[in-house]
């Protein structure tokens, strides 16, 4: 039970890049990927910025060998999920027990809102091709057959810490001898139903998210997928170029306060990391960089950061939410983030938080501003927290 | 390190919740639909808290609050759970005043209560239980993957009881769009005879059943849960379950009971035809699915009819699929497909 879990490869698709280079690309050059919705047909065209990735549904299904016809959840997953098994490498793939798990928020979402327009004049209309993959494990499905990965697969939802948890389960699979391989994280496209329903809560910031800003308004929405491939120490043995790192850390706990809004002392946050602390054995002083939850809501922001306030004390690391750049990719949001923590470790790098202008009053700290290059990083902290309270910490570790 | 099924609780559309009757007093119904029997929610929920509740909310927070009242557990130290469609009310609601209402004036409610994680959210919730939380939503393996989950947990040595349960609501748009791809039978049909003739369907489903299961041994315990594999497309099924017996030191001889995931479908039946004449040939077979009907996590449903065969030592009349004299089975095999892509099976023990 006490083996370690590799990081061998890594795949990422979000507003601010196609692939890996890409996305490092945009988070070196600070370049944020909001602007005006073009692909989704809503009232808030022109009104609320979105994170789009930047490519049809045709040019998805080009890169990820899908058909455009399906969910683009599905094709998001399919492009960044193919990135990442390639980035690793692994030879003689199928002699090893390889699974896939994915997760999202609203599965086929945006197919079954087409399928609902006719359906909701005349229940016997509605093409039934956009209804048939509604379910969130038709995406995994889809894009595992797509890879050839049929040994194992899984799919999990927890709203917005959904693919943290999917990487969180990999890892243990791995622990538990069941499995030597998994490609864990997570994929979601915007639908109308989660734009409406952010609205609903007035929590969407009409104009680009302030992270951690004493004056933030809200979150934007975002969309996109990251995996990464947790192999076995056996496998990472057979590697033709060095693991990553290592997952040493990972806890999820509960906030039980709301079933959306985080304590005023964040304690189910406070609680998944002091677990992934706990679990990698490190101190708070060793977290080299927080990749935080961040969504720029007034509530999850505040909530956070007292979490850290209480656990840090005086040594805060640097720290950054990278939703500045890609916005908030929802149940993909933890995998993505998985991505920028590796890659953080492996180019030693501190991410900005874009647009920071105010500390927050009640916080003794501030988020990083500029980019850090060069920098010693040993133990990436990433955060993801989600309705339900579900809290999820994750602890990536340099080898 | 073994599994154990402390205590089990199912809300499904037989009278399986309350009382002592152990599938005596059968619902009969005919259509194409079996809706789960409503427990006294008021028992276990607020009643101001009810009101805004989907009905797969309050059959998943009832089963939960049952199961722990029933091993006499206030907090697990993990709640994890299973589902397919999730909370396809609130979804349906929340994408019907989007229609309607053309995205604009919109309440949150439905929208809140949408997500896959609610169940075990609300759970949590009422319990203020802030440890583990995990929902599953893996198509006909959500209820499994939920439990492997847990068998790993239990494993780790990270916990020591956790509450894990399978839980889907039918509701008619998803019944409508469901009979629409073909799902269901053409024609109403009584669930008793669900097995009789050959057509294409079956019946639809629901409900929610909880589990708490624990590494520690107690004679109170239902029964242990020896094993459980998930296969996606397999080869050949009947090579994959001789291989997981063995791989638990058993073979089909060692098996007391099979309960399959017969559905009154004929194409998918075939392949519980096909065994039934190779490695299950002269078993004592039970089905269950013209209990329950047929939905993503049914499989529950049948976890918690082994345990309960199990500890009780009976095997309802209404189960049995062939004729056989009444015993008392110790090892009890599960084997359920959905839709022949993906297959479970469970190995559940007398203690």
């Known amino acids: 039970m006490s083996s370690s879990v590799y990081i061998a490869g890594v795949g990422v698709i979000s507003a601010i890049g196609n692939n890996v280079a890409e996305n490092l690309a945009s988070l070196k050059n600070e370049h944020a990927g909001m602007a005006d919705i073009t692909q989704m047909e809503t009232i808030y065209k022109g009104v609320l910025p979105v994170a789009e990735v930047k490519l049809s549904n045709e040019e998805l299904a080009d890169r990820s060998g899908l058909p455009a016809n399906i969910s683009r959840t599905a094709l998001l997953s399919g492009v960044a999920a193919k990135e990442a098994l390639a980035d690793a490498d692994i030879p003689d793939f199928k002699q090893w027990r390889s699974g896939f798990v994915s997760a999202n928020s609203v599965g086929g979402m945006d197919k079954s809102e087409d399928f609902y327009l006719d359906f909701f004049k005349d229940n016997n209309k509605g093409k039934l091709r956009n209804i048939f993959d509604h379910e969130c494990g038709s995406m995994t499905e889809l894009v595992a057959d797509q890879i050839g990965v049929s040994d194992f697969m899984s799919t999990v939802s927890t709203a917005c810490s959904s693919s943290a948890n999917a990487i969180f389960y990999g890892a243990r699979l791995i622990k538990n001898d069941v499995l030597d391989i998994v490609i864990a994280g997570g994929t979601d496209s915007l639908t109308k139903f989660t734009l409406n329903g952010f609205n609903t809560l007035m929590i969407l910031d009409k104009e680009f998210c302030k992270p951690f800003d004493e004056n933030r308004e809200g979150l934007n929405l975002g969309e996109g997928s990251g995996y990464v491939v947790l192999v076995s120490e056996k496998v990472a043995q057979t590697l033709k170029k060095q693991p990553y790192c290592k997952l040493s850390g990972y806890n999820n706990s509960n906030d039980a306060y709301h079933q959306t809004a985080s304590s005023p002392d964040g304690t189910g946050s406070y609680l998944a990391m002091q677990g992934a602390l706990k679990k990698s054995g490190l101190q708070t002083t060793d977290i080299s960089y927080i990749n935080l939850h961040g969504t720029g809501t007034p509530n999850n922001d505040s909530a956070e950061g007292t979490a850290i306030k209480r656990l840090f004390e005086k040594d805060f690391p640097p720290m950054s939410s990278t939703k500045s750049y890609t916005g908030h990719t929802l149940g993909a949001s933890g995998g993505i983030e998985a991505v920028y923590s590796v890659l953080a470790i492996a180019n030693k790098l501190i991410y900005p938080n874009l647009r920071f202008e105010t500390k927050m009053e009640e916080l003794p700290f501030e988020p990083v501003k500029e980019l850090r290059k060069d920098q010693d990083i040993k133990h990436v902290m990433s955060n993801s927290f989600g309705f339900g309270g579900n809290c999820t910490s994750l602890i990536f570790s340099r080898i | ?351």
């Open chain 2, 1 to 351: 390190m073994k599994v154990y099924i402390r205590s089990a609780a199912c809300v499904s559309p037989q009278n399986t919740f309350e009382g002592d009757n152990f599938l005596t007093d059968i619902i009969e119904s005919t259509g194409t639909r079996l809706k789960a029997v409503d427990p006294d929610y008021k028992q276990f929920i607020d009643p101001k808290q009810m009101r805004r509740m989907s009905h797969v909310i309050k059959m998943g927070i009832a089963a939960a609050k049952s199961c722990l009242d029933q091993a006499g557990v206030q907090e697990p130290d993990a709640i994890i759970t299973g589902t397919a469609f999730g909370c396809m009310e609130d979804t349906v609601t929340f994408i019907t005043r989007i229609v309607e209402q053309d995205e604009e004036m919109l309440p949150p409610t439905a929208f809140i209560q949408s997500t896959h994680n609610t169940v075990a959210a609300q759970i949590a919730l009422m319990l203020k239980c802030h440890n583990y939380n995990n929902t599953f939503v893996h198509k006909g393996i959500s209820f499994e993957s939920a439990m492997f989950d847990a068998m790993m947990m239990l494993n780790e040595g990270d916990a020591g009881n956790i509450l894990v349960g399978g839980t889907e609501e039918m509701v008619d748009a998803s019944f409508k769009v469901l009979t629409r791809l073909g799902l269901y039978k053409r024609q109403p049909i009584s669930n008793l005879s669900l097995y009789e003739g050959q057509s294409k369907g079956t019946i639809g489903g629901e409900g929610a059943v909880f589990f708490l299961v624990s590494d520690k041994y107690s004679p109170s315990n239902l029964a242990e849960l020896t094993a459980l594999k998930t296969l996606y497309k397999p080869a050949s099924i009947e090579d994959s379950i001789i291989d997981f017996l063995k791989s638990n030191g058993l073979n089909i001889d060692d098996i007391d009971l099979i309960i399959t995931g017969r559905n009154g479908d004929t194409k998918n039946d075939e392949i519980y035809l096909t065994l039934g004449n190779s490695i299950f040939n002269n078993k004592p077979i039970a089905n269950y699915k013209h209990l329950c009907g047929e939905y993503p996590t049914s499989s529950s449903f049948a976890l918690w009819l082994a345990g309960n065969i199990i500890k009780k030592g009976i095997i309802p009349e209404v189960v049995k699929q062939n004729v056989f004299s009444s015993f008392s089975p110790k090892k009890v095999l599960i084997y359920n497909h959905y839709q022949a892509k993906y297959h479970s099976l469970m190995l559940v023990s007398a203690l």
